[in-house]
């Protein structure tokens, strides 16, 4: 258990729709990483938050958004969703950017778009 | 650009020494990471190098070279438990205050009995 949450496990939803993911990072750490991993692809990463704020980005769609919180947890929103967003999404945290900062996955969300 | 390559799928044997092999190329290097990722779950942190060089951890070892930019995953005593994606992954220059990992696709291992 790597102390990182993820809410909810499994979502299965209609093209068009709209979902959110949930995020809540190890106690203590102040970044947090989202990831989407499909059958065909690696782990991609989307986003970074530093302490409330963006601090970087990468492949995101502009139909996918993310925003953390005061209390650091994460959120990341799936809009006008598309067959192609079936995948795993990851949530990971670390203390913060420094050298060697371990990323800590948490278990996932799985989403299915039908 | 960023690239890293892994051998998509790998075969050994209970009981014997395996090694994962990473080549990368990416615009700045701040550190490679591998993680071991078994179906449906979460990457699990297996070592970290930044400097040349080995680094030990039990069954484990990870090595590193910055110039050749390339790393390998040395698995040794291979147990059934084994059998798992092994990820490498870069992580990207300080200086652009980011932490992020660029991943591999992932090497699957089986072990067979």
């Known amino acids: 258990d790597s102390g990182v949450t993820q809410t909810p496990k499994h979502l299965i939803t209609a093209t068009g729709q709209r979902v959110t993911l949930r995020c809540s990072p190890r106690s203590g750490d102040l970044s947090v990483y989202w990831y989407q991993q499909s059958l065909d692809q690696g782990l991609q990463f989307l986003i970074q938050?530093?302490?409330?704020?963006?601090?970087a980005k990468g492949n995101i769609l502009e139909r996918f958004s993310a925003q953390q919180f005061p209390d650091l947890h994460s959120e990341l929103n799936l809009s006008s969703l598309e067959l192609g967003d079936s995948a795993l999404y990851f949530c990971?945290?670390?203390?913060?950017?420094?050298?060697?900062?371990?990323?800590?996955f948490g278990p996932g969300t799985r989403l299915l778009v039908l | 650009g960023q690239n890293i390559d892994q051998p998509t799928e790998m075969t050994a044997t209970e009981g014997a020494i395996v090694q994962i092999n990473c080549t990368y190329q990416?615009?700045?290097?701040?550190?490679l990471f591998w993680y071991q990722q078994h179906a449906g779950e979460a990457p699990t942190f297996l070592s970290y190098n930044v400097l040349d060089g080995l680094e030990e951890k039990g069954r484990f070892s990870s090595f590193l070279s910055r110039s050749k930019g390339y790393s390998y995953l040395l698995l040794k005593e291979l147990q059934m438990k084994d059998s798992a994606s092994y990820l490498c992954a870069v992580r990207g220059p300080y200086g652009g205050a980011t932490n992020k990992l660029i991943f591999g696709t992932g090497t699957l291992l089986a072990v067979q009995p």
């Open positions: 938050y530093y302490n409330g704020e963006e601090r």
């Open positions: 990416t615009s700045g290097f701040n550190g």
């Open positions: 990971a945290s670390s203390g913060g950017t420094g050298d060697g900062e371990t990323q800590y």
